[in-house]
């Protein structure tokens, strides 16, 4: 159950000070293709979250480099707690104190295809797949196209935390690298981080 599983991202915020969504309204989506969201978010230190809708929650990583269209480049993703399904859209200034503190922008969304299948060929649950730490997927997305996947290579436990890497899968897309965090701009405003902190800019441009 999703009330169970945000039970984590609901205890790390004081939704009386962020405007993050709280889930309550969260319901798992019967139809058409699981969804996606790639947000930039300076905080403490500027990183890309990966998100991927898996059942009623989407299921979080922390890339500090963000994405790439290079299948030579491996970036490092570390977990974080599950998050509603809501948080796609979100975008904006968590508050200095709370959790996250730092201003939040949409890089990009859209859908994704599971692909992951066993060493027969056979079509694996997306969920399992995670679980048993490989999946691989074909994103749609206003900027990210095309086969990804996650890998497992560190286990979380005593000695520090879990660790995947995302690798794009494929040829490469010249001319489709991560951008600057800074001068990025979010796919739902047009506008970069600076513009979302002083709550000013925004063309509606990707």
């Not at 991202?9 to 139809?31: C, H, I, L, N, Q």
């Not at 009623?56 to 890339?63: A, E, G, N």
């Not at 497992?152 to 490469?172: H, I, S």
């Not at 897309?173 to 513009?195: I, K, M, N």
């Amino acid at each position: 159950m999703a009330e169970d599983r945000l039970r984590t991202y609901r205890g790390k915020r004081d939704f009386g000070r962020t405007g993050e969504p709280s889930g309550r309204t969260t319901a798992a989506d019967g139809g058409g293709r699981p969804r996606f969201v790639v947000q930039i978010h300076d905080a403490r230190r500027m990183h890309f979250d990966f998100r991927l809708q898996v059942g009623d929650v989407l299921k979080s990583w922390s890339v500090p480099k963000g994405p790439s269209a290079d299948p030579a480049d491996k970036r490092l993703a570390v977990p974080t707690e599950d998050h509603p399904l809501e948080y796609e859209d979100f975008e904006g200034v968590i508050p200095k104190g709370e959790y996250g503190g730092g201003t939040v922008i949409v890089w990009d969304h859209g859908t994704y295809e599971p692909l992951s299948h066993d060493r027969r060929g056979r079509p694996v649950d997306f969920a399992e797949s995670l679980e048993r730490g490989h999946a691989t997927f074909r994103l749609h997305g206003a900027k990210l196209h095309g086969e990804y996947a996650l890998t497992r290579f560190r286990e979380g436990g005593a000695d520090g935390e879990e660790a995947w890497l995302l690798v794009r899968k494929g040829p490469a897309r010249p001319g489709h690298g991560t951008p600057d965090p800074r001068r990025a701009r979010s796919v739902r405003t047009g506008r970069t981080l600076a513009q979302v902190a002083a709550g000013t800019g925004g063309d509606g441009a990707p």
